[in-house]
């Protein structure tokens, strides 16, 4: 014990001597920062984002700040025209024939320094038309024994149903025109894509280093000849290049610069395998809207646990953070110094949908209380549409993540949109909403007596079976507040959890549902394959002649005004046959280093960088 | 025995071709890898069905689709191993090669550290049972072992992360903080040694007040952001390690031993500076090795000028000093980078990371620095695995070698007259190792299928990170691949805990009864 | 028997008069009356039984408990179903559903004692956070027990034939263990909730305990290759004893000691195991509630509403604890060879009788 003592005493005496001698330095100091750490929840995959592999958020967000074209999303869903880049416009407008051309304005260049160009435009119609990849002799991407050689995701859909043989480069080589069968409804949406293609034919010939000039010129024409003649031995040399050489998840000083050639306000530096990825800004940037200087490197950073990535961010590890948070995490995240929340909501909005019918097509017959078989479905619809405690559930699970949430009172159109007052103001929802939820669960309740003249609020009756996607907690107290809550209304509600839930959503089983829909974009057809008959989304039987009505003529090109009247007959319809209703929309929570300025987070990808160019601190 | 190890091989194949290929049908109809893509309205949605179906040969029935995965594993053998791709087109391979080491990194250290405390606390338990000592070291490992790992995790990111950066801008060691820890400190030592009312009373507040003086010392002097020994220090700790190393390897009255350790401690005084310079201009693992060779052979030779007879303990006893001594000026050198990489604008002053393997900002080409970095972000998650597994070997160790002690030839070696010290560390501790040997074995290859909660609150990507990510996804090839590896592991592990087992404990046979 | 033999040896060793006061208080009594006794020696182990006890008829009958046809009222007022009102007002920081249980007397300016509305607070969306934590905490407990037996009935078993028989039954029996070990339980796990759907805690419980045995049976082989070579087995041999006799009679009350510490190690590690599976999803499924889905979706209330984050993982603690420590007080007073600890007074006594004897 003795010799503890001592010990003791000696380290004592001796860090005395030695400490003191050292002297105290100055304390450390932050540096002015100039870096911005993203929160990613997957880590980064490929630096191509157009394979059905390799279109993943944390890709396209990455990507998004390397490249940049004709048009972007903001935080209010509206489409937004890059004129530093470019212009587009409809050049001929018939029925049978339709055009769309798209001109790049002098003197943008990639990153190399090479000027971009109407040949950059020419890679989209062999990544987008099916008929173009079968007569290239490229496969047949709807036949699974013929594959495509270029794996691309963007084959089925608008464009490549109607495009036309292929895109026209005009004389200055500067703009392209596209030719469709029809006019198409957003046809803004579905540009022709600007990618680097002198790096592809680089990167085809082996080259390891950046073409010269003179090089880039002509590997630009060889590109443009490969794809106008047809050419299938030299297309399937690029596809190989443009499958596989950019699915690379470790960049270093060794990494081929072809790779890494882009137009947007950053490029990628570095990136560890599995950690982060380095962007530094393009010092030959002139695509898009101008930087505003303040950041010097972005750091995109890989973190699958939501409450890791809070605690990080707490931590000072990282300076932005976007996730599905819950309502402690947010409650932690506002208690921290020097970090700035923003609820907000993501593209996804949760909703309820009633059965009539089994799916067309199958052999099932629905026979559940909601059928349109029985006489009194459509009343009982729309009696458990007014007993759904829609207010309840937002008040409970949503706001306390996102205190602006509100009940949407249209499926086709969100808050926040701009036509969203006028769509509400006519589509018939006013119904679900007015008044307090006790009087419509009263009102309800008169109506399922009609039908249960037992039923009451202490003696439910009416069954439904209510499938519940599982596991998730949110999903979870959602059906512990719908069950009560329409028990209210004489409905005898069985919640079933079901894990694998979105293969069994055409059951009959279910007379209702909750889930959620997450659309990439806004188009005026974005919902139609969830009302239908027998749309490819439509897995409650729906089936209402007016409503397809309804919904065809919104598959053509009109004016807001009429899209928005096409909208409100719909919804009138689906609202009084009480099919569906929205109850939410999913909260996204957004907190960042107070010192950054200028984030907005949107609920369209690229949500959080849509902006990146005025972060500043 | 050859021949047993040969019948225990080939059974173990038809094991893993067994289980895996049971294991392939359960996982390929536990889901619907194309789940996502069903409910998906994007118009894309129908041609990546196509593609994911045509690329992981979903219309091949499980039992048949087997073989064609079964096919690339045995290319094994022709040196193609092929795991198949990922769901995301990666390669399998590639995404397990770079799991690997990760998880072996976070493991390995974590695992080191839980042994030697779990061993060392298990056998001061031994000898001390039934004491509050006992007592209270029980109710602790039991504690950690009953603590869930992700909330462990996040308490120990919001005290020794989060609270301890932000204490290191001003690093002063409250008033009510210092009691608290004294007092703790003060308590497990008094525990520890024991004896009478006085004795422990003594011990208490001597400890209690040495360590609460020794902590106001250092936040005055700014210790917690300009760390470091200096060669003074140095000195006066390897005279404690002198007599420690001795009492524990040969015993204190050996005066050689005693003599040749203190020698390494002047040593080491001598070439502090030497080293520093070393450090400092070529700091490379190179460097590293060659300083850790001559260290041996400095200790070795100490101990045998000092040797009269009995040379190698005492020689054994010298090297240990002599490496606790490096290990000492080692971490001097990384002290002395604690502030460097305090103040780059990467750490911003907030040295303990909360996730993550590496900070991706920092300029990792300073050798120091960057192996700084990788300790600091190791920190967190070593202490969360240490603390669940450091019960079971606390526990274990206690057990055997309580077992062990009132075994007769214990009895006989104290009949013999031999000190208590040498019955223990020579006759009773090294018949614990036997059955712990065995244990730890089993353990390292459980250890490999990865923490998988431990890696993912860390952020860390290793195999229990890619596990959990497969059957999330119902990615068969990932999954399989994991299985694969783990599954092998783990049996071979059982084969080698068997033979070890009876190797070391000549009273076993292996292949026994036949 | 062996046991005494062995008691005998030790009479002669050094520290004799303290083995005979450790022995004297074993002369005259039946193996069974040996184990209670030192059972109850174990201060620690028996606090632990009586809080275990405790804490299992507290968290049963807090809440309606069915059983077949019969059904038993709780005495909580609240059931998880229930959803009353989500308290807003009386609770500091504009937090929601705060606890309510006070011990500051009404005269000191508190609630007064007692449980109030909702002790622990309530969840998300109002139920009822006691009633919660109580079927979490009964879900827990009964994973914990089928576990225990399941798992320690087939390890026990499995291992006690493999070391028994050995040969042939041994190598089947343990390439067969080796088999299990290589089987993920999680893959099983997803595999029946995707074709069943959820089939409850008790399910769960049941398909962990039959993958959890493996440890203990290679443990359990291990003692009776060594206890099997012993005289003693040789003397039942001899004395015309079935197998089964010398396996359940014999060896087994030797081994029992190895076996109990590693059920209780395998119980509360079947409370972790099912709390690490709610972790990632795989475990007990909401509307069901366990403490480990309760703690695991309640992990960053921690700094916000820390009472949802520490009663469950109280309650685990607890029960995992007094688990662990009714293991080590059953391990001491199974194993023959472990002498007890002298207490003051004892040694005092045997000072005493050692001067009478001289």
Redesign the interface.
């Known amino acids: 014990m003795k010799l503890r003592f001592s010990k003791r005493a000696l380290v004592a005496t001796v860090a005395v001597a030695g400490l003191a001698a050292a002297g105290v330095m100055a304390p450390a100091h932050a540096a002015t920062r100039s870096t911005v750490v993203i929160h990613e929840t997957n880590a980064f995959t490929s630096l191509n984002t157009g394979t059905p592999d390799t279109n993943l958020t944390t890709n396209t967000d990455i990507t998004y700040l390397t490249g940049i074209g004709f048009n972007y999303y903001d935080d209010k869903k509206s489409l937004i025209k890059n004129t530093t880049f470019g212009s587009y416009k409809i050049s001929k407008n018939s029925a049978t024939d339709f055009r769309t051309t798209w001109t790049i304005a002098p003197g943008r260049v990639w990153s190399d320094g090479t000027p971009i160009t109407g040949e950059d435009m020419m890679l989209g119609i062999v990544l987008n038309s099916s008929k173009y990849s079968i007569k290239a002799g490229l496969g047949d991407p709807n036949d699974e024994k013929n594959p495509p050689v270029f794996n691309s995701i963007s084959y089925g859909g608008t464009f490549d149903s109607h495009v036309v043989g292929v895109p026209t480069l005009s004389a200055d080589k500067m703009s392209v025109t596209i030719q469709f069968d029809q006019p198409i409804p957003n046809w803004d949406l579905f540009g022709p894509g600007v990618s680097p293609v002198h790096t592809i034919v680089a990167l085809a010939n082996g080259k390891t280093s950046l073409l010269s000039a003179s090089e880039a010129a002509a590997a630009k024409t060889a590109f443009a000849t490969a794809v106008t003649s047809y050419d299938t031995a030299t297309l399937k040399k690029y596809a190989k290049v443009w499958n596989d050489d950019y699915n690379v998840t470790k960049i270093d000083s060794s990494t081929n610069p072809n790779l890494l050639v882009g137009n947007g306000g950053f490029l990628v530096s570095s990136a560890v395998t599995d950690q982060s990825v380095t962007l530094k800004p393009n010092p030959k940037y002139n695509s898009g809207p101008k930087l505003s200087g303040g950041i010097d490197t972005v750091v995109f950073r890989f973190i699958a646990d939501g409450t890791a990535a809070s605690q990080a961010l707490s931590n000072g590890e990282i300076d932005l953070y976007q996730g599905q948070a819950t309502a402690d995490a947010v409650s932690q995240l506002k208690a921290m110094k020097g970090v700035t929340v923003v609820g907000g909501t993501s593209s996804c909005y949760e909703h309820i949908d009633l059965r009539t019918n089994a799916v067309q097509g199958s052999k099932d017959v629905y026979k559940g209380i909601f059928a349109d078989s029985n006489p009194a479905g459509k009343a009982l619809r729309q009696a458990f549409m007014l007993a759904y405690p829609r207010e309840e559930i937002v008040s409970k699970i949503v706001k306390p993540v996102n205190s602006n949430a509100v009940v949407p009172g249209s499926t086709f159109v969100m808050p926040g949109q701009s036509n969203y007052g006028v769509v509400i103001a006519g589509n018939g929802s006013a119904k679900y909403s007015t008044g307090t939820q006790e009087a419509r669960t009263a009102a309800a309740l008169k109506i399922v007596k009609r039908y249960y003249p037992n039923a009451s609020a202490s003696n439910p009756v009416a069954p439904v079976r209510l499938e519940q996607p599982s596991p998730n907690a949110r999903r979870a107290a959602e059906a512990a507040l719908v069950v009560p809550a329409l028990a209210k209304a004489g409905f005898k509600v069985t919640a079933v959890p079901t894990t694998g839930w979105s293969g069994k959503l055409d059951n009959t089983e279910w007379d209702a549902e909750f889930y959620a829909w997450c659309p990439s974009a806004v188009t005026q057809t974005g919902t139609n394959d969830n009302f239908l008959t027998g749309g490819g989304n439509n897995h409650m039987g729906w089936s209402i002649p007016e409503l397809d009505k309804a919904l065809r003529s919104l598959e053509s090109v009109k004016s807001d005004a009429a899209v928005n009247r096409d909208i409100i007959t719909a919804e009138r319809i689906i609202n009084d046959n009480a099919l569906s209703q929205a109850i939410f929309q999913h909260p996204a929570v957004t907190a960042y280093n107070s010192t950054l300025k200028n984030v907005k987070p949107a609920p369209l990808s690229p949500t959080l960088v849509w902006n990146y160019w005025d972060w500043t601190y | 025995m050859f021949a047993y190890i040969m019948r225990r091989l080939g059974v173990l194949f038809v094991i893993l071709f067994g289980s895996s290929f049971i294991l392939y049908n359960l996982a390929a109809i536990s889901g619907d890898p194309l789940e996502g893509l069903r409910t998906s309205s994007e118009p894309s949605a129908k041609q990546q069905i196509i593609t994911l179906t045509r690329e992981l040969d979903l219309n091949v029935p499980p039992p048949v689709r087997y073989f064609l995965w079964l096919r690339g594993i045995l290319g094994l053998f022709v040196g193609k191993l092929d795991f198949g791709n990922a769901r995301n087109g990666q390669a399998v391979s590639t995404l397990v090669q770079h799991a690997i080491p990760v998880t072996i990194r976070l493991v390995t250290m974590a695992t080191v550290v839980a042994i030697i405390l779990g061993i060392t606390v298990g056998i001061v338990t031994a000898l001390r049972q039934y004491s509050r000592f006992d007592y209270a070291m029980t109710f602790v490992s039991f504690l950690m072992y009953s603590l869930p790992v992700f909330w462990v995790a996040v308490l120990l990111k919001q005290y020794l992360a989060i609270r301890f950066n932000t204490f290191l801008s001003n690093p002063n060691v409250p008033i009510g903080w210092n009691i608290v820890f004294s007092c703790v400190t003060g308590i497990f030592w008094a525990g520890v040694i024991s004896g009478n009312r006085k004795r422990v009373s003594q011990i208490f507040f001597g400890v209690a007040l040495g360590n609460a003086a020794l902590l106001q010392l250092l936040s005055t002097l700014n210790w917690f952001t300009h760390p470091g020994l200096g060669p003074v220090v140095l000195f006066g700790a390897g005279i404690g390690v002198a007599y420690g190393v001795t009492q524990i390897s040969v015993g204190i009255n050996n005066k050689a031993a005693l003599r040749a350790s203190q020698t390494m401690a002047l040593l080491a005084l001598i070439s502090y500076y030497p080293s520093q310079y070393l450090l400092k201009h070529s700091p490379h693992v190179s460097t590293l090795l060659l300083m850790l060779l001559f260290t041996l052979l400095l200790g070795a030779g100490v101990g045998r000028i000092f040797a009269k007879i009995d040379r190698g303990p005492i020689m054994r006893t010298s090297t240990l000093t002599g490496l606790v001594l490096a290990f000492l000026m080692l971490l001097d050198k990384l002290m002395q980078t604690w502030f460097p990489y305090l103040s780059t604008d990467a750490v911003n002053g907030r040295p303990v990371p909360t996730i993550g393997q590496m900070n991706a900002l920092l300029d990792q080409s300073d050798f120091w620095m960057s192996t700084l970095d990788t300790l600091m972000h190791l920190v967190l998650p070593t202490i969360a695995l240490t603390l669940i597994s450091f019960a079971g070997y606390v526990r274990f160790t206690r057990g055997t070698l309580l077992d062990v002690l009132n075994a007769d030839y214990i009895r006989t070696a104290r009949a013999k007259g031999l000190t208590e010290r040498t019955v223990i560390m020579r006759h009773a501790f090294r018949n614990t190792l036997i059955p712990l040997t065995t244990i730890i074995v089993v353990d390292f290859a459980g250890i490999i299928g990865g923490a998988i909660i431990t890696e993912s609150v860390f952020g860390w990507v290793g195999m229990g990170t890619l596990f959990r990510q497969a059957i999330g996804s119902f990615d068969l090839n990932l999954l399989m691949a994991v299985f694969f590896i783990t599954a092998s592991l783990s049996v071979l592990a059982n084969l080698i805990a068997d033979l070890l087992y009876s190797a070391l404990d000549p009273r076993i046979r292996v292949g026994a009864g036949k | 028997m062996a046991l005494f033999k062995r008691k005998n ?1 030790e009479l002669a ?2 520290d004799a008069s303290e083995n005979a006061i450790a022995n004297k208080e074993t002369e005259g009594l039946s193996q069974r009356q040996i184990v209670v006794k030192r059972f109850l020696h174990h201060k ?1 182990a028996v606090a632990s039984v009586f809080v275990l006890v405790t804490l299992t008829l507290f968290v049963y009958t807090a809440l309606d408990f069915k059983l077949g046809p019969w059904k038993i009222h709780g005495w909580w007022k609240y059931k998880i ?1 229930d ?1 009353p009102e ?1 308290r807003t007002a009386d609770c500091a920081g504009g ?2 559903g705060c606890p309510t249980w006070s011990l500051r007397p009404k005269f000191l300016g508190g609630a007064g004692i007692g449980f109030g509305e909702h002790p622990f607070g309530q ?5 009822d956070y006691f009633a919660l934590v109580m079927k979490g905490a009964q879900r827990s407990i009964m994973v914990m027990f089928i576990v225990g037996i399941v798992g320690g009935t087939l390890g026990t078993i499995i291992g006690a034939i493999a070391g028994f ?3 042939t039954v ?2 089947v029996l343990m ?1 067969f263990t ?2 299990v ?4 339980s ?3 796990g ?2 029946i ?3 069943f ?2 089939l409850g805690a008790t399910f769960l419980a049941l398909y962990l305990g039959l993958f959890s045995w493996t440890g203990l049976s ?1 443990l359990v082989r291990g003692e009776f ?2 206890l099997r070579e012993l005289e003693f087995v040789d003397a039942a041999r001899v004395a015309g004893a079935s197998n089964r006799r010398i396996i359940f009679k014999h060896i087994l009350p030797n081994a029992v000691g190895v076996i109990i ?1 590693t059920v209780t ?1 395998l119980m ?1 590690g079947a ?2 195991l099912e ?2 599976l709610s ?4 475990g007990v ?3 069901d509630v366990s403490l ?1 889905l309760l ?11 820390p009472y ?2 520490w009663y469950p ?1 109280f309650f ?2 607890a029960i ?2 007094s688990v ?2 009714i293991g ?1 007080g059953l ?1 001491d007073a199974f ?1 023959p ?3 007890r ?1 002298l207490t003051l007074k004892d040694r005092r006594v045997g000072r005493a009788e050692k001067k009478a004897v001289e």
Do not use: M
């Not at chain 3, 070990?181 to 993920?184: E, G, L, N, S």
């Not at chain 3, 703690?295 to 509403?305: N, V």
């Open positions: 040896v060793s050094a620690v179903e959803i989500l937090n929601v969840d998300d969306i109002g139920r028989f050995r040969g041994d190598a390439r080796d088999f070990i290589t089987i993920p999680i893959i099983i997803s595999v909730g995707f074709h759907g959820n290679r290759l060594k510490v190690l509360s409370i972790l709390t690490a972790y990632i999803g795989f499924v909401a509307p480990g703690i695991s979706q309640y992990q960053d209330s921690f700094t916000s509403r949802l984050f993982g685990i603690i995992a604890l662990n420590f080590d391990r194993d060879r472990q002498r600890r």
